[in-house]
């Protein structure tokens, strides 16, 4: 038996969150059984946990859309029991059981080997934010921005996504603004390595069409009229990757700075993201992200705490990432 954080509709239709005991028998199918030591409490497990948004496709559900353990059990010859992995995506947490719980089965395809010089802990402070975040900057140099091009906005900065951005985007030596709701956060996000910070509110209602350049490229988690604003705002030539929809699914924008500057907008996907480009973000944190300031940026809880947090979460209340440790 272990203990999982599970998720079940009530009569009303309401979603509801208890500490339950299973059995492995009860779990899943796929090749690889996974001990979970960590996993994390993002925007999309909040959701879920509060049911505010329908992430979760069938009850009951264990949410946790990422977790790092060991291999107890394998059917698959790339696995052995004690293999350090992680896992971030493929649906885990919404349709097929999650990381929230000391157990997890899933598809030996989902998984990531532990990179080199991180372990469970580390890799749980960077979590699907951090690996978001480094895939919207791989988006970026993709595509050709360098430092030398101008400043690189990056949107809900005190989030997971965005306070790692920050971090990733200032060792690459791009001046980073950064824009939050949270002014009074501001020494933290200069401490990430912001070198200007913004209030959202100059972006998060509309704006014209076609506004002055201000940055070269942008990573952006908001959404809505805030993307929008980037995009009218970024300089000739410049790309935004956009993640996140904390502001709104719309997009009221104009075609102007795309036909007129060359802007171009990225979406970044963390979910299907094929296994090649996940391996090179995750070698990529494991080499360029600070493990003491990952930590300094990290609340720690139980598995316990995750339900009442959930609403502090979505209230734009959590600074930051959130672990969760699963009991030994």
Same mark, same amino acid.
């Given at each position: 038996?272990? #203990?999982?954080?599970?998720?079940?509709?009530?009569?009303?239709?309401?979603?509801?969150?208890?500490? &339950?005991?299973?059995?492995?028998?009860?779990?899943?199918?796929?090749?690889?059984?996974?001990?979970?030591?960590?996993?994390? %409490?993002?925007?999309?497990?909040?959701?879920?946990?509060?049911?505010?948004?329908?992430?979760?496709?069938?009850?009951?559900?264990?949410?946790? =859309?990422?977790?790092?353990?060991? %291999?107890?059990?394998?059917?698959?010859? +790339?696995?052995?029991?004690?293999? $350090?992995?992680?896992?971030?995506?493929?649906?885990?947490?919404?349709? !097929?059981?999650?990381?929230?719980?000391?157990?997890? +089965?899933?598809?030996?395809?989902?998984?990531?080997? @532990?990179? +080199?010089?991180?372990?469970?802990?580390?890799? @749980?402070?960077?979590?699907?934010?951090?690996? *978001?975040?480094?895939?919207? %900057?791989?988006?970026?140099?993709?595509?050709?921005?360098?430092?030398?091009?101008?400043?690189?906005?990056? *949107?809900?900065?005190?989030?997971? %996504?965005?306070?790692?951005? =920050? $971090?990733?985007?200032?060792?690459?030596?791009?001046?980073? !603004?950064?824009?939050?709701? +949270?002014?009074?956060?501001?020494? !933290?996000?200069? #401490?990430?390595? $912001?070198?200007?910070?913004?209030?959202?509110?100059?972006?998060?209602?509309?704006?014209?069409?076609?506004?002055?350049?201000?940055?070269?490229?942008? &990573?952006?988690?908001?959404?809505? !009229?805030?993307?929008?604003?980037?995009?009218?705002?970024?300089?000739?030539?410049?790309?935004?990757?956009?993640?996140?929809?904390?502001?709104?699914?719309?997009?009221?924008?104009?075609?102007?700075?795309? =036909?007129?500057?060359?802007?171009?907008?990225?979406?970044?996907?963390?979910? #299907?993201?094929? @296994?090649?480009?996940?391996?090179?973000?995750?070698?990529?944190?494991?080499?360029?992200?600070?493990?003491?300031?990952?930590?300094?940026?990290?609340? *720690? =809880?139980?598995?316990?705490?995750?339900?009442?947090?959930?609403?502090?979460?979505? $209230?734009?209340?959590?600074?930051?990432?959130?672990?969760?440790?699963?009991?030994?």
């Amino acid at each position: 038996m272990f #203990q999982a954080l599970q998720l079940r509709q009530n009569p009303e239709g309401a979603t509801v969150a208890e500490i &339950v005991s299973l059995d492995e028998a009860q779990l899943p199918d796929g090749e690889v059984l996974v001990g979970v030591a960590c996993s994390t %409490v993002n925007y999309k497990d909040a959701l879920a946990i509060t049911g505010a948004s329908p992430v979760v496709r069938k009850f009951p559900m264990v949410p946790g =859309i990422d977790f790092a353990g060991t %291999v107890l059990d394998s059917r698959d010859s +790339r696995y052995k029991p004690g293999d $350090a992995v992680l896992l971030n995506g493929w649906g885990v947490g919404e349709n !097929h059981w999650g990381g929230l719980a000391q157990k997890a +089965r899933v598809k030996a395809d989902w998984l990531v080997p @532990m990179p +080199r010089g991180m372990d469970a802990r580390q890799a @749980m402070a960077i979590g699907t934010a951090g690996y *978001t975040a480094m895939l919207c %900057v791989m988006a970026l140099q993709e595509r050709g921005l360098s430092p030398g091009a101008g400043p690189v906005l990056v *949107t809900g900065a005190n989030g997971g %996504v965005g306070s790692i951005a =920050i $971090a990733l985007l200032a060792r690459l030596g791009f001046e980073v !603004h950064a824009s939050t709701g +949270r002014m009074a956060e501001s020494a !933290h996000l200069r #401490q990430l390595g $912001a070198a200007e910070v913004i209030d959202r509110a100059s972006l998060s209602v509309p704006g014209k069409p076609l506004q002055k350049e201000r940055w070269a490229g942008a &990573v952006d988690s908001v959404g809505s !009229h805030t993307l929008a604003n980037i995009c009218a705002s970024l300089k000739y030539g410049g790309t935004v990757a956009a993640c996140g929809l904390a502001q709104g699914l719309d997009f009221p924008a104009s075609v102007a700075p795309f =036909i007129l500057r060359g802007i171009t907008l990225a979406g970044v996907d963390s979910v #299907q993201a094929p @296994m090649a480009r996940r391996l090179t973000a995750w070698e990529r944190l494991a080499r360029e992200l600070p493990a003491d300031l990952m930590e300094a940026n990290t609340e *720690t =809880i139980s598995l316990e705490a995750v339900a009442a947090l959930a609403p502090r979460l979505l $209230a734009g209340q959590v600074r930051g990432r959130v672990r969760v440790m699963l009991p030994a």
